[in-house]
């Protein structure tokens, strides 16, 4: 990662000593509080649990710390993304959304916005570009794309969005500020499903939203504050906990997919392979351009469903499950989750296990599969 990433690292763990008074906890606390205690004026103090929670803001000011912005926690990453949606929009208004993203942003935005008269299209992450953006409020990509990891030029998006007076949201869950920050390439805002890499241990639901442009910001915690889209405190502080983290379990994560992709690569029985970090790939110039790391998804595609769900289910150091970016490796033939790939396509997220090891369990899978 570059100076900065590593600063931004070192200085993570840290940032609440700053203005510790003798005795008290390093660990963050938890605040289990629905109410508190609020005599006489009420400003500047918290007054109701939908409101504001003291363990929040220590979520908050970490990812605010990585994203160099101002960011607002919610219970899950469609929570973040729904928010930014319905705080921003209205009837009329009309939205752009990738064709090959997280199928559940598409869904949610056909039963939900659709009927309140707002107009969505798709487009492909990797022609993101083509047939520019005029008459769209709101433009949304995610880069790299789960699942399949292509890539759009965010600043070039950025750049062409605003010319037409569309606001920009990058989703980068994929990547996490460790990885990427859409925001100093021109995007608005950023979302992210923080049950993911963030916090890394398969055992909370959380996301984010982060911005700098104030009334944004604003907008988006007046709808959480007013529909109760709100983040429990024991899961912020569980998030807090993946967060003092993240740097080096990304590291490592990151690092073995670079290892893993390659020989993958060489494999007889992987084909369709799509790993930004590979000279080869289609997105690995603008990966380096736009990317502090490659992340630790992979794809690739076997010759049937059969053999997906065989390599996945037979191999020892694989967990055969849903969502990425844990500690554990992880992978799932995606056409069971409806996105349109072909059957034996799988998304493999690499987890935090000795790469040696984890390569030898996989090239073992893989090679049974013949047999």
């Known amino acids: 990662m570059s100076e900065t990433a590593n600063s931004r690292a070192a200085e993570l763990s840290h940032l609440r000593s700053r203005d510790f008074a003798s005795g008290d906890p390093i660990p963050l606390p938890l605040t289990m509080a629905s109410i508190f205690h609020t005599p006489g004026v009420e400003t500047g103090v918290d007054q109701y649990g939908r409101y504001d929670n003291p363990t929040w803001r220590a979520v908050e000011h970490v990812l605010g710390h990585l994203e160099d912005a101002q960011c607002v926690s919610f219970p899950s990453g469609m929570a973040a993304i729904s928010a930014v949606f319905f705080a921003l929009l209205k009837s009329g208004d009309r939205v752009l959304l990738p064709a090959d993203g997280y199928h559940a942003t598409r869904a949610m935005a056909e039963r939900f916005l659709k009927p309140l008269g707002i107009t969505t299209d ?6 993101f570009l083509d047939g520019g953006f005029e008459g769209y409020q709101l433009v949304f990509v995610e880069t790299p794309s789960n699942p399949r990891l292509d890539i759009c030029d965010i600043s070039a998006v950025a750049k062409a969005a605003h010319e037409q007076g569309a606001i920009l949201v990058v989703d980068n ?5 460790f990885g990427q920050r859409p925001l100093d390439f021109g995007a608005d805002i950023v979302v992210s499903a923080d049950t993911k890499a963030v916090n890394g241990h398969s055992d909370v639901l959380f996301g984010h939203v ?5 009334d944004i910001i604003a907008g988006v915690t007046d709808w959480r504050a007013m529909v109760g889209g709100i983040p429990g405190p024991f899961e912020a502080w569980l998030v807090h906990r993946g967060l003092e983290t993240l740097e080096v379990r990304f590291d490592r994560m990151c ?3 670079e290892t893993i992709a390659q020989r993958l690569k060489e494999h007889h029985a992987v084909r369709g392979l799509r790993f930004p970090g590979l000279d080869g ?6 990966a380096r351009a736009q990317m502090e790391r490659f992340g630790f998804l992979i794809s690739f595609v076997l010759d049937s469903e059969n053999k997906a769900e065989d390599f996945i289910n ?5 967990e055969a499950a849903t969502s990425f970016g844990g500690v554990h490796t992880s992978a799932e033939r995606r056409a069971k989750r409806g996105d349109a790939v072909s059957p034996g396509f ?4 690499v987890g935090c296990e000795p790469v040696e090891e984890l390569w030898q369990a996989i090239e073992a899978s893989l090679d049974n599969l013949g047999a």
């Open 122 to 127: 798709t487009r492909p992450t990797q022609t």
């Open 314 to 318: 037979n191999c020892h150091l694989i």
């Open 281 to 286: 790939d289609p997105s690995h110039n603008l």
């Open 210 to 214: 982060a911005g700098r442009n104030a």
């Open 255 to 257: 690092s073995s997919a």
């Open 173 to 177: 869950t994929t990547m996490t500020p």
């Open 346 to 349: 799988v998304r493999l997220s």
